[in-house]
T-cell receptor, first 111, second 114 residues
Framework: GENVEQHPSTLSVQEGDSAVIKCTYSDSASNYFPWYKQELGKRPQLIIDIRSNVGEKKDQRIAVTLNKTAKHFSLHITETQPEDSAVYFCAASSGNNRLAFGKGNQVVVIP | DARVTQTPRHKVTEMGQEVTMRCQPILGHNTVFWYRQTMMQGLELLAYFRNRAPLDDSGMPKDRFSAEMPDATLATLKIQPSEPRDSAVYFC????????????FGPGTRLTVT
């Protein structure tokens, strides 16, 4: 089955700087790659996603890039703010509408 | 703003007791997922329904866990008997078959088994 790995496990950035989280996946058949943000005690929230027919997608301060050849995709957060502090999960479709999730990255934005 | 709802939000129970968690998927969604989240294991898929039919429950301990969808607006996850190792946050998520992979999570049920 699909295996998704995230790096680094924890990322600290100064407010205003950019943060980048990278995920790798194993199944070349995966065609959908969402990112979820989970604040402490809250539900994972879908913040951005990308399908395999595009290489990049942007929504205000967040963007996702996909490299199908290398089987990795990344989340980019620009001009980070304290409210961006959370755990971010990447996932890859693994057939039959299922998702395989990474273990999550803790992002800490230092004011 | 349509959202997945779950009840109860918190549950504390003693070992051996039955626990039932409920989920109302977003109206019109036809896929429902149950996940368990712990610090050690992250998000684990327990069960998956499509058009109310169970498609995959391989992640669930069969001897004590059961998942059902009595109708399109209700999914249930039961643990009987509960054990301390079942303590976790249980999330329900829903989506559409045609929107491959898109899933929206409920607020979760935080279960503590003492």
């Amino acid at each position: 089955g699909e295996n998704v790995e995230q790096h680094p496990s924890t990322l600290s950035v100064q407010e205003g700087d950019s943060a980048v989280i990278k995920c790798t996946y194993s199944d070349s058949a995966s065609n959908y790659f969402p990112w979820y943000k989970q604040e402490l005690g809250k539900r994972p929230q879908l913040i951005i996603d990308i399908r395999s027919n595009v290489g990049e997608k942007k929504d205000q301060r967040i963007a996702v890039t996909l490299n199908k050849t290398a089987k990795h995709f990344s989340l980019h957060i620009t001009e980070t703010q304290p409210e961006d502090s959370a755990v971010y999960f990447c996932a890859a479709s693994s057939g039959n509408n299922r998702l395989a999730f990474g273990k999550g990255n803790q992002v800490v934005v230092i004011p | 703003d349509a959202r997945v709802t779950q009840t109860p939000r918190h549950k504390v129970t003693e070992m051996g007791q039955e626990v039932t968690m409920r989920c109302q998927p977003i109206l019109g969604h036809n896929t429902v997922f149950w996940y368990r989240q712990t610090m050690m294991q992250g998000l684990e898929l327990l069960a998956y329904f499509r058009n109310r039919a169970p498609l995959d429950d391989s992640g669930m301990p069969k001897d004590r866990f059961s998942a059902e969808m009595p109708d399109a607006t209700l999914a249930t996850l039961k643990i009987q008997p509960s054990e301390p190792r079942d303590s976790a946050v249980y999330f329900c998520a829903s989506g559409l078959v045609l929107s491959e992979g898109e899933q929206y999570f409920g607020p979760g049920t935080r279960l503590t088994v003492t």
